[in-house]
C-alpha cells in the first residue's frame, strides 16, 4: 500500500512513472485502486469541475473494408445487414441531437469508400453551416494526409483513431496482414500535424493482452499526449474470430482510466458504452474513476441494431431522447452534472 501511495503521489506531481512502476500499480490493482479513484477525479474535478461533456454519436455506416479480427462489423461477417445514412438522414441526427443539447457529433463508421472526400466534405460543412457553435468530431479510420486535410478545411475538429495498441507485434495477432501498425501511428501524427484534437485509444482485455502491454500503453499515451483516450473493454463479438476468447473486465478497464487520468490529467476521457455493457453500473464507475466525457448514440432507431462492433450492445432499443434522461440521472449518482458545451480540451 505504501509503495501505491509513494506512485500515485507521484503521479500527482506530474511526475513521470517509468514502465516497471505502471507496471507494479497495475499488478497490485486491488490494493491501490480506492487511492487511483479518489485522485484521479480529484485531478479531473481540478481541471474540468464536476462536468461530464456528452457527444452525440451518429453511426454512419456499417460497411467496412477492413477484417479486424475482434470487430462485428468486419468485411467477412455475412450475418449483418449493411446500412449506410444518407446525407440528410445524417444531418436529421445532428438536428435532432442539437436540439436535445448536444454541442458536439462524432461522425463514426466502418472504413468505407462509398463515402468520397467531397461527400464527407459537404456534410461536415452543413453541420457547421446550420450549428455554428458546435465541434464534428470524426472517427472513420485510416486515410491519406491529403484526405484528413480536406476534411479539416471543411471544418471537423477532431479525430477519434483508437491504436488499439501500442506493440507492434500484439497489433498483428489483433488485425490481419494488410493492416499496418505503423500506419495507424503515421496517421494519429498526421492528423495532430493538421491541427487536430486527436483521440487514440485501445481496448482492455483484448486476446493476447497482458498487464506488461498496459504498462506500455500508458508509456506510450504519455509521448503521443492526445487530447483525448477512448478504452473500453474488449467483448467478444460471435460473429469473429475471437468469439470464443474471453471479454475484458470492467475492473482492469476502470483501473486504466484512474491511471490515464493522471498520467494525462487534461485529457477527455469517456466513460464507453462497452464499458456500460460489461457492468451495468460501468460508465458511473467509470466517471468515478476520472472519466468526463459520455458518447450516447443519435443514430436512427432502425440502424442501431446493426452498428454491432460486439455482443449484447447496450440502448440500441432506445430512443435519443430516452438515452439521454437516462444518462442524466445516471451521472446525477456520482456527483457529477452533463453541461452543454462543446467541451474542448483544456490547456
Ligand atoms: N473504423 C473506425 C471506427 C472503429 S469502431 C476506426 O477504424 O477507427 C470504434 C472502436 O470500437 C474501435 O477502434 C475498437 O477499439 C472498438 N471495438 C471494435 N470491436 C470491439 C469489440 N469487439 N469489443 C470492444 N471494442 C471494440
Redesign the pocket.
Known sequence: MEKCIELIDKLRKNTELSYDEYLYLIKNRDICKDYLYKNASEVRDNIYGKKVYIRGLIEFTNY?K?N?L????RRDNKNIERYRLTKEEILECANAGYNLGFRTFVL????DLYYTDEMLCEIIKEIKNNHPDVAVTL????RSFESYKKLKEAGADRY???H?TADKSHYEKLHPKEMDFDNRIKCLEELKRLGYQIGA???VG?PYQTEENLASELIFLKKLNPHMC?I??????KD?P?KNEE??TAELTLFMLGLIRLTLPNVLLPA?T?LGTIDPLGREKGIKAGANVLMPNLSPGSVRKKYM???NKICTGDEAAECLECLKNRIKTTGCEIEITRGDYKN
Open positions: 467496412c477492413n479486424c475482434y470487430c462485428g462489423i463514426q463508421g466502418g472504413e472517427s472513420i479510420g485510416e477519434l483513431l483508437r488499439e485509444g485501445f481496448m483484448s477512448g473500453g473493454p474488449f467483448i467478444s463479438h469473429t475471437f471479454s475484458g464507453t462497452a462492433l460486439y455482443d
